[in-house]
Each structure stands twice: as structure tokens, then as C-alpha cells.
């Protein structure tokens, strides 16, 4: 993650995974708090090419996001209640859970 477009990289992951690595960013992104919180998975995969480390096929990577964003979002609605308070925030879940939707219906 880092502060500013193509900044320098900061990664912390205090809890071991065998998830793919987007969902860090994934999850990274909705925990933010932080209003105007970029893409972070296209940011990440973007680091990930520049070290030659592996992406993905480009739509899977896409579609990985989408899913990893909505299911973060409705998992997060339900435990922070408080961040429902919050109209940036209410309006990044309800938009992945539209992308989402919208994915699957086509």
C-alpha cells in the first residue's frame, strides 16, 4: 500500500493466509477509512509485475476483484455498524455489491 500513486510500498500482514494475494488488497481497500482509497488491487498487481512476480490473466484478476470487494463489503457491513454513518463508505459497499450483481447478470 502506499500514500501517494506509484509511492513507495509498505506491507504489513500480521496474519498468515493461503488466500490468493488480492484479497489483501482487497481488504486493505475496505478497511481503509479513508475517503477517495484508490483500486488497490490494480495497484498491487501492478507492483507484482514490476518485481515479475505473477498477476493473473488480466479478466480473471478483474473478476477476483469484484468478488474479493462485494463479499469484503458485506462481511464488513455486518461487523462495523458504525461505519454505516459514514456516506463514502455506504456508497464504496453498495457499489461493489452493484459490480457485482452486474457481473453476473450479464
Do not use: C, K
Not at 478497511?31 to 482509497?37: C, H, L, N, P, R
Not at 484478476?61 to 470487494?69: A, G, H, P, V
Not at 463508505?89 to 459490480?99: H, M, Y
Amino acid at each position: 500500500m502506499s500514500d501517494i500513486p506509484r509511492g513507495p510500498l509498505l506491507l504489513i500482514d500480521p496474519i498468515p493466509r493461503t488466500a490468493n494475494w488480492a484479497w489483501d488488497a482487497a481488504y486493505a481497500q475496505m478497511t481503509s477509512g479513508i475517503e477517495g482509497t484508490p483500486r488497490l488491487v490494480p495497484i498491487l498487481a501492478e507492483a507484482r509485475r514490476s518485481l515479475g512476480l505473477p498477476t493473473g490473466d488480466p479478466a480473471a484478476l478483474e473478476r477476483l476483484e469484484t468478488i474479493l470487494l462485494a463479499w469484503s463489503s458485506m462481511m464488513w457491513w455486518t461487523a462495523i455498524h458504525f461505519r454505516r454513518d459514514d456516506p463514502w463508505w455506504t456508497a464504496q459497499v453498495q457499489q461493489n455489491l452493484e459490480r457485482l450483481a452486474s457481473s453476473t447478470s450479464r
